[in-house]
Structure formats: structure tokens, C-alpha cells
């Protein structure tokens, strides 16, 4: 058989793309680099410095898998929370009380912390294209079916089919954001700071902006046409996911992972740790959700637009810092960002109300307070699948590895968005919303404490093992 064997450049040819820097050069040098040059796999040719140059080293397919999963995951985040605004009282008038509407409400993210885990183990067998797109299918089929849910009859009827479509929504939920967390260091694995970045961004924006849409929608549309828009906006996304996945090499199918790994995993203590902070990450968002409007009327008496504005402040704090956190973990490592995460939210729920040795209430000064928070959210949440996934690395370095990780993280993180307005609606019955936010900001700051302690110990003991 003939082969062909491939000739580097030589020292008298010039690459075309050094051409440009070198004004010596004859005719014949440049037609030899040129020819060298165009016998270079693509991955091996010099590349363009500068932002272009950046963006060459990435594949094009690359970037069209990161944008379909952003989008998705904006889409699973909006479907959350776009029914917060109109539900409930369409359910009252459907004849369920309050407890079971908040049920309704909260069985999603329930779902997302009991299956999480689940499909994180399951998804070696099942591929990581078929859990994306069944996630997606699953979470717009039932926003869609949704819509019909009040023609029925009102009652337990009505209440049985809400909570099995929002179970059903979890589930898909569940599927598509394990699987999403799971690629990120399988397809960017130099980057996945930045990316996880790029995705709390997305997923912030969609709780953010879920229940402004839901209402408007509801105002303009009536009950059904927020969930057939963001249910069909869900499935839209199905037929760019498939072909964006297509030929990916982390489609095959693999091991998973072996009981006794994971039991080790969930037992150390570091890691262990990590998942505490993941789950304060979301809690930070959920203790607000029930407490910060009440004491913003009552306190500054601002009305629903005012209030709304400083909503918005957590958000877009955290939109713009996660992708510059990103960045930072990528160069610098995540453990101390996670750390720097609890001071900054320590210090930022000692701010809110005030708390009694700081001052007197004051609006600018809770404004303040919520930037400060948006910034800690981001801090709390980019750097923490990178440290979780390292320190399960060191246990075992496996592709299934990634998988568990991803699962357990979802699970924190939903379990964060359940038991956050729990906690905020519980203080805030005992005690008022300045003191209720000083205590949580203490139990931040004793766990950041901890966290600090903990990785201190166990980096003398590596140093010294």
C-alpha cells in the first residue's frame, strides 16, 4: 500500500501567516509556506492573535453546543418561575388552598433534588443527547398541557393534573440541567469556569425574568398563553439541540460510576462542604422572595414598580459578575472565590435591613445591600461545580465521574430554591426582616468559616502526608 507521508515546513519556507511580518521574503518562500500551510490539519495551523484569533482556537460546533445549552437552560429557568405571578389565584378560584397552591409551585424544584442525582448516575447508559432532548420535551409538553388545566374541573381533579405536569416539568428539568452540567468540562475542559459562568447567567436571567414575562403574557393572553409560549419556546429549542449534539464523542455510552465511589464521595468531608454552599447559593435568592417585599413597603413604603426595581438589582449584579468570576476561576483556581462568596453575602445580609449595630434603615443602603448580594450569588455559584468536580477527581478520575457531580449539583442547587423561601418565611415569623437577615448572615459567615478551616487542614495534612 502507498502512503503518504507528511513534510513539516522547512526553515526557508514562511507559514502565510507570518507572511504578513516579514516584507523579505521572495516569491518562492511564500508559495512553499503556502503549500506547507494548506497541508496542516486544521487544529495544528498557527493561529491569529487577538479576539479573532481567540475565537478560531474554539470550534465552530463548540460554540454552537454552548449557545443551544444556554438558551435551553434560559428556557427550563423561565419555565420555574413564569406561573409565580397569575397561578395562584387562578388556583383559588379552582378550589385549592393556599398550602396545596405553594405545594404546586414547589413540586418542580423538589422534583429536580430527588431525581437529580438519579439521572446523574443513569445518564452513562442512557447518552447525553437522548437526556438533553427528553429534557426539553418533557418540560415543554407539559407547560403546553398546562394551559388546560383550567378548563377542568375545579377541585382535586384540577389539583391532581397540576401537580403530575409539574412533576412531569421537573423531571425533564432534572434530565436537561444534569446533563447540561456534565458537558462543560467533557467538551471545554480549560474553561469550564467561564462557561459555568455563561450559564448561571443564563439560568439567572431566566428566574429573573420568568415571573415579569408570566405576568404580562397573563395580562395580555389570559391563563393560556404563558405556558404555550414559553412551552412552545421550550420545544423550539429540541431541533438545534439534536443537531448541535450530533457527532459529539460524549454521546457514547459508558460505565457508571460503582456504589462504593459515590458513598466515598458523599463522605468527604470537603466535598461535603461544597454541597452546603451550592445549596446556600439558590437559598440566598429564595430567603428574599417571601421577606424583601413586605419590609420595602412597610419600611419605604415603594410601590409595586419601585419594588420591582430593586428586584432587579440582584440579577443584573450577578449577570455581570459571574462571566468576569468565570474568567478569574479558570486562572486562579475556585476554592478561594466560594470563600470570598460567603464573607461577601455575610456582609451583604448584615447590610439589608440593617442589622442593630450597623444604623437605621435606610433605602440606599438596601439598595447597596442587593448589589452586594447579586456579586456574592455569582461568587457562590460559578466557582463551586469546578471545586466539587476537582475534589471528586481526586477520589476517582473517571468520564462517569462528571456525570454523579453534575447530578448532585442540580439537586443542591433546587434544593437551595425549595427550602430558601422556607427559611425566610420562618424567621420572618418569629423575629423581624433585619434580624431575620442578621442571623441567616451569621450562619453564612460560620459556614464560610468552616469551609475556610477545612481546606486549611486538609492542605497542611497533603503537605505533609
Avoid at 91 to 111: M, N, R, V
Avoid at 395 to 401: H, P, Q, R, S, V
Avoid at 410 to 416: D, K, Q, R, V, W
Avoid at 449 to 464: E, F, H, M, Q, S
Wanted: aromatic share 12%; proline share 6%; net charge neutral.
Amino acid at each position: 500500500m502507498e502512503t503518504t507521508a507528511f513534510i513539516a515546513p522547512t526553515s526557508s519556507s514562511v507559514l502565510p501567516s507570518e507572511a504578513s511580518n516579514d516584507r523579505d521574503i521572495t516569491h518562492e518562500q511564500f508559495s512553499a509556506g503556502r503549500r506547507a500551510y494548506d497541508e496542516l490539519p486544521a487544529d495544528l495551523r498557527p493561529q491569529k492573535r487577538g479576539l479573532l484569533g481567540k475565537i478560531s482556537r474554539w470550534k465552530w460546533k463548540q460554540i454552537f453546543i454552548v449557545i443551544t445549552l444556554w438558551v435551553g437552560y434560559l428556557s427550563v429557568s423561565t419555565a420555574f418561575s413564569t406561573i409565580a405571578p397569575f397561578f395562584p389565584n387562578e388556583a383559588a378560584e379552582h378550589g385549592a388552598s393556599p398550602l396545596l397552591t405553594g405545594f404546586i409551585i414547589s413540586c418542580a424544584p423538589l422534583c429536580v433534588v430527588i431525581l437529580s442525582p438519579v439521572f446523574g448516575y443513569y445518564i452513562p447508559q442512557l447518552g447525553v443527547r437522548f437526556t438533553l432532548l427528553s429534557g426539553l420535551w418533557l418540560v415543554g409538553g407539559s407547560y403546553i398541557l398546562l394551559s388546560f388545566v383550567a378548563a377542568m374541573p375545579s377541585g382535586w381533579v384540577f389539583i391532581f393534573f397540576c401537580i403530575l405536569l409539574r412533576i412531569t416539568e421537573g423531571a425533564g428539568s432534572a434530565m436537561f440541567i444534569t446533563s447540561l452540567y456534565m458537558q462543560l468540562p467533557e467538551l471545554f475542559p480549560s474553561s469550564v469556569g467561564t462557561l459555568t459562568g455563561l450559564m448561571v447567567v443564563g439560568g439567572g436571567l431566566g428566574f429573573a425574568i420568568g415571573p415579569a414575562l408570566g405576568g404580562v403574557l397573563y395580562s395580555v393572553g389570559g391563563f393560556k398563553l404563558p405556558f404555550l409560549t414559553v412551552g412552545g419556546f421550550s420545544l423550539s429549542i429540541i431541533v438545534p439541540t439534536f443537531f448541535s449534539m450530533q457527532g459529539s464523542n460524549i454521546n457514547c455510552k459508558r460505565q457508571a460510576l460503582s456504589f462504593r465511589t459515590i458513598l466515598k464521595l458523599l463522605t468527604n468531608f470537603i466535598y461535603f462542604l461544597l454541597v452546603i454552599a451550592s445549596i446556600f447559593a439558590w437559598a440566598l435568592w429564595g430567603f428574599f422572595a417571601p421577606t424583601l417585599e413586605p419590609f420595602l413597603s412597610s419600611q419605604f413604603h415603594l410601590n409595586e414598580k419601585q419594588i420591582g426595581l430593586v428586584f432587579l438589582t440582584l440579577p443584573v449584579a450577578s449577570t455581570v459578575c459571574a462571566p468576569v468570576v468565570g474568567k478569574l476561576v479558570d486562572k486562579f483556581g475556585p476554592r478561594r472565590f466560594t470563600i470570598t462568596g460567603y464573607a461577601v453575602a455575610a456582609a451583604s445580609f448584615f447590610l439589608v435591613g440593617p442589622a442593630d449595630f450597623i444604623s437605621q434603615p435606610r433605602l440606599w443602603l438596601t439598595v447597596v445591600a442587593t448589589v452586594i448580594f447579586g456579586i456574592a450569588t455569582s461568587l457562590m455559584l460559578v466557582p463551586n461545580f469546578t471545586d466539587m468536580l476537582a475534589v471528586a477527581r481526586s477520589i476517582e478520575d473517571t468520564e462517569a465521574t462528571t456525570e454523579v457531580v453534575s447530578g448532585i449539583t442540580a439537586s443542591a442547587l433546587s434544593f437551595g430554591e425549595f427550602i430558601g423561601p422556607i427559611i425566610g418565611g420562618g424567621l420572618v415569623q418569629v423575629m423581624d426582616f433585619p434580624t431575620s437577615a442578621m442571623v441567616f448572615g451569621e450562619v453564612l459567615l460560620a459556614s464560610g468559616c468552616l469551609l475556610l478551616g477545612a481546606t486549611l487542614i486538609d492542605r497542611w495534612a497533603r503537605r505533609y502526608r
